[in-house]
């Protein structure tokens, strides 16, 4: 069946083209170069464009023919789409950067689309949030938030004082996560130590205050459970099943350290694209399809979303955890719901654009904590974000949606503004300001972490 589909499509495909002439076709890009392609992600619920993608035909409609499959870890799936066992994946941020500049395994990797924004949560065992809990503000019986990391400092002293390491969780080294975790932890006054990459230390815990580590998403909640660290920073729907289990709590959404925040790119090695432009074209319209689908009308998408994600072989989690999230509320402490309707953006805000100034943010805390071992100028971060992020393959794609009828030009107002910079961004929970376009003289603004030429 899925056969004869597809020969269908490929001589409707052909006709339109042939018989356009000229007229805008919704075919201009021409047919894909690749048509069979399997991309990789990670269970968790941004994963959501892809598995929309799939699940609603947008990639059919596209002539391409996906095989989404789970991957055990971060690591795993970097290195499959490196070595072209994978097309492409659902990817962190930070993740094409990383391996473009060679922190970690050396690649081009590229990202033609943000896949979302927000979506992360700081979760605190029970044991420590108890211990928090008396340095939380209150208002009306229930904590007031957001919480600030100086709530935790005095827990970390009794553990210190009693010679033992306080522990938590994030899932990479160049996640999201670990910054998030790291910044709320250093606006809290507590340092989350340092790399060194050029004396072979890549533990990141020089002159650590509290001790971060790698644990896979999924397994997040258990090795908390089991005491192997006292808090984490992770992406849903694992922050929730922490809540559904009773075992710990969060403390922060990461909306609130960081107002609409990038999250999840879509990865792909640059000479992935060389070969098959109009395949990745027709990827990133199949996506932007997804992401609109998930935002549309007040959300009122998410619940078929949330079926969609809590197939096994999607994210898998039970139907209510997912729609904690995913609908737009948030739970805290157990009963403590509250709403949070940009906890997942998918397409508004432009969350779909790949803009460079997010990926100098990344670079900026790559300096930060030592990952980037030297100082750089100004122009070496503007040059390498412009190599890995390419709002130029993004804007092909929405001038076809457009053509097609599929969308107007209003709903990509801000693309047409842009020049790739969102602008001066004073929404950190510290009241500190970003400029992308001034990266080192933000890195001077910060209280912890390098500066300069200091080095790690």
């Not at 006054?189 to 533990?203: E, I, M, R, V």
């Amino acid at each position: 069946m899925k056969l004869k589909r597809r020969t269908l499509l490929k001589h409707s495909l052909a006709a339109l083209a042939i018989s356009a002439l000229g007229t805008s076709s919704a075919y201009a890009v021409g047919y894909p170069e690749k048509e069979d392609l399997k991309f990789g992600f990670i269970k968790l619920t941004d994963m959501a464009p892809l598995a929309v993608a799939y699940e609603k035909g947008f990639f059919e409609d596209e002539g391409l023919y996906v095989q989404l499959e789970a991957q055990a870890n971060w690591k795993v799936l970097l290195d499959r789409v490196i070595d072209g066992q994978l097309d492409g994946a659902h990817m962190l941020a930070g993740q094409p950067i990383a391996a473009t500049i060679g922190y970690g395994t050396k690649a081009d990797v590229i990202t033609p689309i943000s896949m979302d924004l927000n979506g992360n949560a700081i979760t605190v065992s029970n044991k420590t949030w108890q211990a928090m809990k008396e340095h939380v503000p209150s208002e009306g019986g229930k904590p007031v938030h957001p919480i600030s990391a100086e709530a935790l400092k005095p827990v970390v002293k009794s553990y210190k004082d009693a010679g033992k390491p306080f522990k938590m969780g994030m899932v990479f080294p160049v996640s999201t996560h670990n910054y998030e975790l790291r910044y709320w932890l250093a606006a809290g006054g507590l340092n989350p130590g340092f790399y060194a990459p050029k004396s072979g230390d890549t533990s990141g815990t020089l002159k650590a205050d509290v001790l971060l580590s790698v644990t896979p998403p999924p397994q997040m909640p258990a090795t908390m459970e089991a005491g192997t660290i006292e808090g984490y920073c992770v992406g849903e729907p694992w922050n929730q099943q922490a809540v559904f289990k009773g075992i710990g709590v969060p403390v922060i959404s990461d909306n609130s350290i960081q107002k609409n925040n990038p999250e999840k790119v879509f990865g792909l090695r640059e000479d992935f694209y060389q070969k098959y432009p109009n395949t990745t074209i027709r990827v990133v319209k199949a996506m932007i399809r997804a992401a609109h689908w998930l935002d549309e009308q007040n959300n009122k998408n998410r619940p078929d979303a949330v079926k969609i994600l809590a197939k096994p072989n999607y994210v898998g989690a039970d139907y209510k955890v997912i729609a904690n999230s995913m609908t737009g509320t948030f739970e805290y402490e157990k009963g403590d719901k509250r709403s949070e309707p940009d906890f997942n953006v998918f397409f508004r805000y432009n969350a779909t654009y790949p803009y460079y100034s997010d990926a100098i943010w990344y670079m900026t805390q790559m300096r930060r904590w030592g990952q980037i071992a030297e100082q750089k100028t100004d122009d070496w971060y503007k040059d390498m974000a412009k190599k890995v992020y390419r709002p130029d393959i993004y804007k092909i794609a929405v001038e076809e949606l457009i053509k097609e009828g599929k969308f107007s030009k209003t709903d990509f107002a801000e693309v047409y503004k842009t020049d790739g910079f969102r602008g001066v961004q004073d929404d950190f929970m510290d009241g500190i300001s970003y400029d992308g376009s001034k990266p080192n003289a933000y890195i001077e603004s910060m209280k912890i972490g390098l500066k300069g030429n200091q080095q790690p």
